[in-house]
């Protein structure tokens, strides 16, 4: 997880601390002949605590600092200045003066969990901890230190668990963790960029520029909030600006060994995606392939780039006529990135050519539901009509010829159908066979019929309903077409010449 140094400045708690009556009267016995400094220092005490108890925190805090110029070694002098700083959210200079006034005194109970409260609040519970347990060891009954040791006790825990689970990579419960700790830590930047980079990782890219910027406002600086920053950027394929917070982190922080690596990876990626979109844009299909493969290797954690890199490669793959392999990739990459249109068009057009129709039904619903332009919809539209004739029977290939195959390839596949399929030829074949090649036949009678004829052929080739108009398919009769497409004075008829063997008759 990130490291990052802690922050001073945060929002103020919503009440108060109350000085206690030692320190809001007289911290120390004044002498029967108290010296003029030692009475403006008190003047000037009184007034910070007046304004103090009115929440004028930065007057409090002056007049505060003007005590202690007067008399520098009084301890709750430095304990009054630490509360009005805590509560105004600066905490390391809050921390600074807890820390002089037990230096000063080290009896000095509210100093010590000052200094507890204020090192928890920066996210060093273990220092918090020293400090409560010192509070405690002088009044082994203050409340306030037994709660404050608890909470110190608690963050140390979910430190410890989102350790853990960072290293399992379960960054949903290590964001849950930090959320707990920065209850008692408000004030930890550290907590916040671990927090962050998770919400990077999980995608949730939004709130962790959120979480990043802020630290930068405070400190622009920052390496591991610039390193949060160009993760988040990196992480929506926004390479180049990725790289820039990179550099700028590691310009900050030269060893930060995360920055590093990412921008090594954002470099990567960046330069075999343009090499592999070059080998496309030439023609050099198997070139982009590899490159596009290569990159795919680089980082597994940048979902939406790589998303990208298996589109890319389902286009070459389609372009290499390896469709299958293309309608893979394309899911892959709707699975990496499940809104990217590009990639459910990509497969919705390997689906159409190789004529899996309710796929691309399918995915050209999802991308019309998605983004509803005319462009789309007629997409969809003209897969649910090869859907639809999809289901219905496929007379070029009952009579065996191209779709763009002309009339007389149609005559001739229709004379070598008929002939093949023909009652007449069957005749001592078992009542089974005889009545698949009767269906046969008339199914070649009926694609005939269709074909042949232009505005049928126009009708079925539309995807048009054939029943309309009088097309009515199941009214024609299989032999009236045979007979009138071998018709002539004698007729037709099959003889036998020897058993299972038949020869052809014109009259």
Do not use: W
Not at 335 to 352: E, P, V
Request: charged residues 30%.
């Amino acid at each position: 997880m990130a490291a990052a140094a802690e922050c001073d400045v945060v929002m103020a708690e919503t009440e108060p601390e109350l000085l206690d009556d030692e320190e809001a009267k007289s911290p120390t016995p004044l002498t029967s002949h108290p010296s003029v400094p030692l009475l403006e220092a008190e003047s000037f005490k009184e007034q910070g605590n007046a304004y103090y108890a009115k929440k004028d925190y930065n007057e409090a805090y002056n007049y505060y600092t003007k005590a202690i110029d007067m008399c520098p070694k009084n301890a709750s002098y430095y304990g009054n200045r630490a509360a009005t700083l805590m509560m105004l959210g600066r905490f390391r200079e809050a921390l600074g003066d807890a820390q002089q006034s037990v230096r000063l005194d080290d009896s000095f109970v509210r100093g010590h969990l000052r200094e507890g409260k204020c090192h928890l609040s920066l996210g060093n519970a273990m220092a918090a901890r020293r400090s409560f347990q010192r509070a405690l060891e002088l009044d082994h009954k203050n409340a306030q230190a037994q709660q404050e040791f608890k909470n110190a006790n608690a963050v140390i825990e979910y430190e410890k668990i989102a350790e853990t689970d960072f290293e399992k990579r379960d960054f949903r419960k290590v964001v849950f963790c930090m959320d707990r700790a920065l209850e008692y830590a408000p004030a930890c930047h550290r907590f916040k960029i671990i927090k962050a980079e998770c919400l990077a990782m999980l995608g949730r890219h939004p709130e962790a520029q959120s979480v990043a910027s802020d630290i930068l406002r405070m400190d622009s600086t920052n390496a591991d909030a610039l390193y949060v920053r160009g993760l988040c950027l990196y992480y929506e394929d926004c390479i180049e600006k990725a790289v820039q917070f990179f550099v700028q982190a590691l310009r900050m922080a030269p060893d930060h060994e995360k920055a590093c690596v990412a921008c090594r990876n954002a470099k990567a990626l960046k330069a075999k995606k343009e090499d592999g979109n070059k080998a496309f844009k030439e023609g050099n299909y198997k070139l982009a392939y590899e490159l596009y493969t290569e990159a795919l290797g680089i980082d597994p954690n940048n979902i939406k780039t790589n998303a990208k890199l298996y589109c890319n490669r389902g286009t070459v793959n389609s372009k290499l006529r390896k469709l299958d392999d293309a309608i893979e990739d394309c899911t892959n990459a709707v699975k990496l990135d499940d809104t990217y249109i590009k990639a459910y068009l990509r497969r919705a057009q390997c689906y159409m050519d190789t004529e899996q129709y309710e796929e691309a039904v399918r995915d050209y619903e999802k991308v019309y539901q998605t983004e509803k332009t005319k462009e789309h919809k007629q997409l969809l539209k003209n897969a649910q009509l090869e859907l639809k004739k999809s289901k219905r029977k496929d007379y070029y290939k009952i009579l065996g010829v191209d779709k763009n195959a002309s009339e007389d390839e149609i005559k001739k596949a229709y004379r070598k159908r008929a002939l093949m399929h023909h009652p007449d030829r069957h005749s001592g074949a078992s009542a089974e066979v005889q009545k698949e090649e009767e269906k046969k036949f008339k199914e070649v009678g009926e694609a005939f019929t269709i074909l042949s004829d232009p505005k049928k052929k126009t009708r079925y080739d539309s995807g048009q309903d054939l029943d309309e108009e009088g097309m009515n398919m199941g009214d024609f009769d299989a032999n009236n077409i045979f007979k009138a497409f071998f018709g002539g004075p004698g007729g037709f008829s099959f003889e036998a010449s020897g058993p299972g063997n038949f020869f052809f008759q014109f009259g």
